[in-house]
């Protein structure tokens, strides 16, 4: 299992490749390996993310200069595994979140379609370029709703600026990397590709949370610089 993504653990200088165990406080996508592994399953971990990357700087560059993107997560991944079996090998791909807060802080919504589509272009363009690679199985999430975030949620002053982050970015980005998905399936037919909608699964847990028998849950309480987010239905956030 391969990651490439913006959710980032270091272990390891943030590659991880232990048979046995991916040690403790990891992140939840790292869950992924202990529910798919068994006697012929996941074998070897490898975490290629890192914090705060975007899809593609061209279009939405990083909150830090020096942060990365898709395509530089990529670089690293083909200089560092030299020998690696593509046909046996499964790539996680994640990202949006760092993109749906730099649209939101341009402010410019009427650039949002065009972007959405460029991004969604370039999570593809990064798929091909593995599969050049030897990759044929994929395993694209999309984004989840940012914007229900306590971040996307606090007054403008406080904590992260990404008050302007809206549903209809959110939706619009997934649609696009749906349909792109399903392109890029079709035209490789070497290709396996599966795609988690976790919008859909985040919104539904956010807004029903009695739909998965949580009915009586502990208040979580989220505080920036003093701030505090308007907690949602039963507590949550």
């Not at 530089?72 to 499964?90: A, M, P, T, V």
């Not at 982050?165 to 696009?176: G, H, P, S």
Request: charged residues 25%.
């Amino acid at each position: 299992m391969i990651k490439f993504s913006a959710d980032y653990k270091k272990l390891n200088n943030g590659i991880q490749n232990n048979q046995d165990q991916i040690g403790l406080n990891f992140k939840w996508v790292d869950a992924l390996q202990l529910y798919c592994r068994d006697t012929s399953g996941v074998r070897r971990y490898l975490n290629f993310a890192s914090g705060g990357a975007v899809i593609d700087r061209t279009v939405i560059k990083p909150f830090v200069e020096d942060w990365v993107d898709f395509n530089s997560e990529i670089d690293r991944f083909e200089n560092l595994q030299k020998e690696w079996q593509g046909n046996d090998s499964l790539v996680v791909i994640l990202f949006g979140n760092n993109d749906l807060k730099g649209l939101a802080r341009t402010g410019l919504r009427e650039d949002d379609m065009a972007n959405c589509h460029r991004l969604a272009a370039s999570v593809i363009s990064g798929a091909r370029r593995l599969y050049d690679l030897g990759a044929r199985s994929f395993l694209f999430l999309t984004t989840p709703p940012v914007e229900l975030t306590p971040q996307g949620t606090l007054p403008h002053e406080g904590g992260y600026n990404d008050r302007n982050i809206t549903a209809a970015a959110t939706i619009m980005l997934n649609d696009y990397l749906k349909a792109a998905v399903a392109k890029f399936e079709s035209d490789l037919t070497e290709v396996n590709a599966m795609l988690f909608d976790s919008e859909a699964f985040f919104r539904l847990l956010i807004e029903m949370p009695e739909a998965f028998g949580l009915t009586d849950p502990v208040r979580y309480v989220f505080d920036i610089h003093g701030y505090k987010p308007p907690t949602g239905r039963m507590g949550f956030m």
